[in-house]
Each structure stands twice: as structure tokens, then as C-alpha cells.
């Protein structure tokens, strides 16, 4: 190594080191939790490490994707046992990459087309929904069940049509969806499945003889890495796939509809840049400027991705502690369940909570509305369970009073149930005894 190579490793390392010295400083402060002290229901969760990486790439200036974000990709797909992923901005976009790269004619008879139908649910986050309706599809809303608060499979056949061509839906607050019905209908009838695993990262379920990651075992899966998230790199998300075609599909729609499937900074990985024709294009057109798709550009940045891969390999002991954060508040509120429906695990699932919901009863005399304002003056933040029944949202004013564009299968009672009577509370790994005790004792002293 010569004196500059030398001198540039001895400067990195010294800006790596003043960070840490930073982050010691500033960020590993623990406070000493006090009953009244704001508790959030998520938060981010880093040390050092996540410094370290950011700083690291944050030197080489590199901004889009580079080394940083090809580890997480071969991580991220090894750690759910699946061969592909796309890192991507976030994971709305990777809900709407998902969608759309079924939607590609390379796909044939199997694409979506404009006016197709998609299963999916009402008590949803709407980026689950909103690329299907974006597109022109027709999502078919279906009630849940409680208390898993995923979709009610016993509706699946009534929903079925010959515009039926894919099933779309999240594993609500990391609680797995019965996995093993929803494939089989979509096997037997031929439709795609996605799962929005935005919610669920490190869940497993136990499907044909062996435990899985959720998010592996339909066609397409994605996550989000938001702060109050699994694992967290700010904003981003990914797409993952066992597919080869559904990868390059994925791919192409992120990145501007290119036909080029060549990483950042590359050219001529196809060794034909310059030999072949596409469309009515003259022959020999630059392969990198072909594009076969209307597409977008919703590619991640390096440096979100080396905090990713620091949150990823924290991502075991992450879902231990929401296990067992969610495990506490379960145990401890048992004695409520005559006035609220208290969560319960999805039957073969092992879920990585990314929270705790409650339903007030009906008939118990308590009101979900005075609940949470109780909560939340005492310092407890609350959520609801995102949209409620979405198709009761401004949204869908026009499509509501058009009676076009959504067909609801059923009468949608349970949903209508949760938008009014659930909220939830937080699980998160930087929850502490003190906050869950806490909690536990502030919902007891309104209820009982």
C-alpha cells in the first residue's frame, strides 16, 4: 500500500471514530423511564454500528446504489431463504413495483390487464390498495376475522371471478394471514399472490413441512424500512422474489422501465449493447436507453442501505424482543378479555409482532375513543389500525357515490368493527420493563 492508499484508510478511519465518539456522546444516553414520560408506540433502535456505515459511505460519495446497497440485497434474500431482492426507497414503492411488474406484457395471458380483479381487504393500509386502483385494476374487498385481524379465507371462492387474477394483502401488525389457504386458491385458480410484508419482517409460518419467512412464500413479497419498522434505514423498502422474470420485471419498473438490466455505474453486462433490435427502434440502440416499460425511478441510496445492513443483522434480536414485549402485555392483561378482544397468533404462524391490538367489546360500557384519550394523556401513544375500513375514506368519495371501480364481497361488519372499536399499542425493542408495566397498568386502572 502506498503513502496515499495508506494516508486515505488512516483518514476514514479517524471520521469513523470521531462519529462513534459522537454517537457515545450524544445518542447512547439511557434515560431513566418515569410513569408519565412519553412512551412511543415504535422508534428507531441503532448504536454504533449504524454510525459506522453511514460514515463509511457517506466518504466514498457514492449516492446512489453501490456496494452498500448489493450486501443488503444478498442478505436481505438470503435471510428469507429466496434468491432475488430489490432495495428500493420505500415500502409504498415497493408495494407499487410489486403490483406493476404484473402488469408487464412479458408476462402474457398471466398479466394484469386494465379491469382485472385483485382479492385484497378493506381494513388495510392504503398504499396496499392504491397501486391496483392507480393502474386501472379493480381491487375486491373482503372482510377480516378477529382476533388475527387478517382476511376471512372462508369469503375467498364467493370472491373469485373470471377477471380474478391476483390476491394483494398485508400480515396485519406482523400476525401472519392463513399463508396456507390463501396459496392454495391462488395455485387452483392460477393467480398471482403478493404479500405486503411491510409489517411483518421476521414472522414465520409453517407451510407444507417446514417453517418460512412471510414474504417468501407467495410470488412477490415486500418490506418497508421506515423508522417505526422491523429494522429501519429512514425511508426504503424491498421486493423479493424466488422469480427470475419477476426480479427483472421488478427492476425495470424502478428503474425508469429500462430494458438495460445493468447495476449502477456499469455498461454492457447483456455483452450486445449495440447488437439488437427493439421495437421501431433503428437497429444497434444503445441497450442502456431502451425501455420496455412506463416505469419510475425509486431506487434507494447507498447510505440508507449501510444502515440497513447494520438493522439486518440485528433483525433476530429484534423480533425476540417484540415477541416478548407483546408475550408481557398478553400475559398481563388476560384478566380483560370480558371487556377487550386481546390478539391472538394466527394458527402455524410465529409472528414478529410490530404490535399490540385491542378491541373494545361490545356491551362492556368502555368506548375506544375515551380509552385512547386516557392513553395518550398519560403519555401512552396510540394507533389505530391504519385506515379502518378504507372505502369509507374521502378517497373513495367519487367511487363510492359512482358505485364503480371496487366491488366489496360481503358486508364488511368486522371491519367496520375496527374502525371503530381498535387501536394498538407499541412492542418495539426499545421498550423497557418499566414502559410495558406501565402500560399494562394504566389500561387496567380505566378499565377495571
Avoid at 52 to 81: I, M
Avoid at 96 to 123: P, W, Y
Avoid at 292 to 312: D, P, R, V, W
Wanted: proline content about 3%.
Amino acid at each position: 500500500m502506498n503513502d496515499d492508499a495508506l494516508r486515505e484508510v488512516e483518514l476514514r478511519e479517524a471520521a469513523i471514530k470521531a462519529a462513534v465518539a459522537y454517537y457515545e456522546q450524544c445518542h447512547n444516553v439511557e434515560k431513566q423511564f418515569a410513569p408519565g414520560d412519553r412512551i412511543s408506540y415504535a422508534g428507531r433502535v441503532f448504536d454504533e454500528r449504524e454510525i459506522s456505515n453511514l460514515v463509511d459511505s457517506s466518504l466514498d460519495f457514492w449516492l446512489t446504489s453501490g456496494r452498500y446497497v448489493e450486501r443488503f440485497e444478498r442478505d436481505l434474500a438470503a435471510y428469507l431463504g429466496l434468491e432475488y431482492c430489490s432495495l428500493v426507497n420505500s415500502g409504498s414503492s415497493a408495494n407499487l413495483l410489486a403490483f406493476m411488474a404484473l402488469t408487464s406484457n412479458k408476462l402474457g395471458e398471466r398479466r394484469i390487464k386494465r379491469g382485472d380483479e385483485v382479492i385484497t381487504v378493506a381494513a388495510a393500509f392504503p398504499t396496499t390498495v392504491a397501486p391496483i386502483i392507480q393502474y386501472g385494476a379493480v381491487p375486491v374487498f373482503l372482510d377480516v376475522t378477529l382476533p388475527t385481524y387478517n382476511i376471512d379465507v372462508t369469503l375467498l371462492e364467493t370472491a373469485l371471478s373470471d377477471r380474478t387474477k391476483a390476491v394483494m394483502i398485508a400480515h396485519t401488525l406482523g400476525n401472519p394471514f392463513d399463508l396456507a389457504t390463501v396459496r392454495a386458491f391462488c395455485d387452483k385458480h392460477n393467480l398471482w399472490l403478493i404479500e405486503d410484508n411491510c409489517d411483518a419482517l421476521g414472522s414465520k409460518y409453517f407451510h407444507k413441512g417446514i417453517w418460512r419467512s412471510t414474504g417468501a412464500i407467495g410470488h412477490i413479497g415486500t418490506s418497508s424500512f421506515y423508522p417505526p419498522h422491523h429494522i429501519t434505514m429512514g425511508e426504503g423498502g424491498a421486493v423479493y422474489t424466488e422469480d427470475p422474470l419477476l426480479k427483472r420485471l421488478v427492476d425495470s419498473f424502478r428503474d425508469w422501465g429500462r430494458d438495460c438490466w445493468c447495476p449502477s455505474g456499469r455498461d454492457n453486462s447483456c455483452s450486445n449493447r449495440f447488437g439488437q433490435q427493439f421495437g421501431e427502434l433503428p437497429f444497434g440502440y444503445d441497450h442502456k436507453y431502451v425501455y420496455s416499460h412506463f416505469g419510475y425511478n425509486l431506487k434507494a441510496t447507498e447510505m440508507q442501505a449501510a444502515i440497513g445492513c447494520a438493522q439486518l443483522e440485528k433483525l433476530d434480536s429484534f423480533t425476540n424482543a417484540r415477541k416478548i414485549n407483546w408475550q408481557m402485555l398478553r400475559d398481563n392483561l388476560i384478566g380483560l378479555e370480558d371487556r377487550l378482544v386481546l390478539p391472538k397468533a394466527t394458527e402455524n404462524s410465529d409472528p414478529s409482532w410490530f404490535g399490540f391490538l385491542l378491541t373494545v367489546r361490545e356491551g362492556s360500557g368502555l368506548q375506544r375513543d375515551k380509552i385512547v384519550k386516557h392513553l395518550e394523556t398519560s403519555g401512552i401513544q396510540t394507533r389505530m389500525l391504519f385506515a379502518g375500513n378504507l372505502i369509507k375514506h374521502p378517497c373513495f368519495d367519487e367511487m363510492r357515490k359512482d358505485g364503480t371501480g371496487y366491488r366489496v364481497v360481503g358486508q364488511l361488519s368486522v371491519t367496520d368493527t375496527i374502525t371503530k372499536d381498535t387501536f394498538w399499542i407499541g412492542v418495539y425493542p426499545g421498550m423497557t420493563d418499566e414502559m410495558l408495566a406501565y402500560m399494562v397498568k394504566t389500561i387496567k386502572d380505566y378499565c377495571l
